[in-house]
């Protein structure tokens, strides 16, 4: 199934492919995010095994689909899903910057493998889309049970359908269960700077806002009990307006723009926890503004994330200058 929001020959590709090969099926969606085009892709298929990956991954080796087959006939229930790993492509011409191992590595933004165990079971929350298995009758529907297309961006919407399919089997008195089978490996073809994964994490809170409207009672599994705590507190009346702390936010994004860019970021550790506040940052600045009641306090939410920042980036620094020492505040 192709999302058509490519400029590549791919589509062509896959066409000839197609009249090649009489079990591939070739179809194409409006670029409307990647749920239409993984449910409509699903209620096509003819296997009873679904592969469900991204549109700039390549498999490191020809066994990827053997792989995740042996490991369906490990986990044959139609309750047990199987999770490939993603890592960056190890050639010359696509160099890892210090961004990219950060969120796939301490910082675990984007993909926590380095926290993970081989063959282990995990939750809804490690249910990623650019490399995971279901068996097909996983569903009933697929047009209508799988993926929420009301998520617009590449978000959420993977865990979202993952913690639906969780609370379906629990009520029945089993459960979800996801596999973590690395072998199963993906070069994953997508660079990062600071900016472009600031404005990644942006669209993620926005998403998160709509997994919430989904299933309010998640906050805590996904990092915002505390930041929607502060929302709905109204105790404190001495808040200016949002715009001053939003441009304090753009401000602080646009130093490690700078950093990158001229001052060799990656060059101290306390890099690391920078990068790690930053995007947490732009993560809480996206639910901030996805939210659009009169009624919530969105200064004293936007205080929390400063004095959130502040914290860590004043434990970081001075972790780095006298270790385990009483630190004095520098931020």
Not at 215 to 227: K, N, V
Request: aromatic share 12%; charged share 20%; hydrophobic share 40%.
């Amino acid at each position: 199934m192709i999302d058509d929001g490519s400029t590549d020959d791919t589509p062509e590709r896959l066409h000839r492919l197609s009249r090649t090969h009489s079990n591939v099926i070739v179809d194409r969606v409006q670029n409307s995010g990647p749920a239409r085009a993984r449910n409509l892709a699903s209620s096509m298929a003819r296997g009873e095994i679904l592969v469900f990956v991204g549109d700039d991954v390549q498999p490191i080796d020809e066994h990827f689909l053997a792989f995740h087959l042996s490991a369906h006939r490990r986990y044959p229930n139609k309750n047990e899903a199987v999770l490939g790993k993603i890592v960056w492509p190890n050639h010359k011409n696509f160099p890892v910057n210090p961004v990219m191992f950060h969120i796939q590595g301490d910082g675990g933004q984007q993909f926590p493998y380095n926290k993970m165990q081989p063959y282990c079971e995990y939750d809804w929350r490690f249910f990623f889309s650019s490399n995971v298995s279901v068996k097909r009758n996983l569903v009933e529907d697929w047009i209508n049970e799988g993926y929420d297309t009301s998520f617009v961006y590449a978000a959420f919407e993977d865990p979202e359908f993952a913690l639906r399919v969780t609370k379906r089997y629990q009520a029945e008195g089993t459960d979800f269960r996801i596999f973590y089978v690395p072998a199963a490996t993906l070069a994953h073809f997508h660079p990062y700077t600071v900016e472009s994964f600031l404005q990644r994490q942006v669209t993620a809170g926005m998403m998160a806002n709509r997994l919430l409207e989904i299933h309010p009672e998640r906050a805590a599994d996904i990092g915002l009990a505390e930041l929607i705590g502060r929302l709905n507190d109204n105790s404190d009346s001495s808040n200016l307006p949002i715009e001053h702390y939003l441009s304090i936010f753009e401000g602080i994004k646009s130093w490690a723009i700078v950093l990158e860019h001229h001052y060799g970021l990656g060059s101290q550790n306390w890099h690391t926890e920078l990068l790690r506040t930053i995007f947490e940052l732009a993560y809480f600045e996206g639910y901030i503004r996805s939210k659009a009641d009169a009624g919530l306090n969105y200064a004293g939410a936007c205080r929390f994330v400063l004095e959130s920042v502040q914290s860590n980036l004043n434990r970081a620094i001075f972790t780095e200058l006298f270790g385990d020492a009483v630190r004095p505040a520098l931020v």
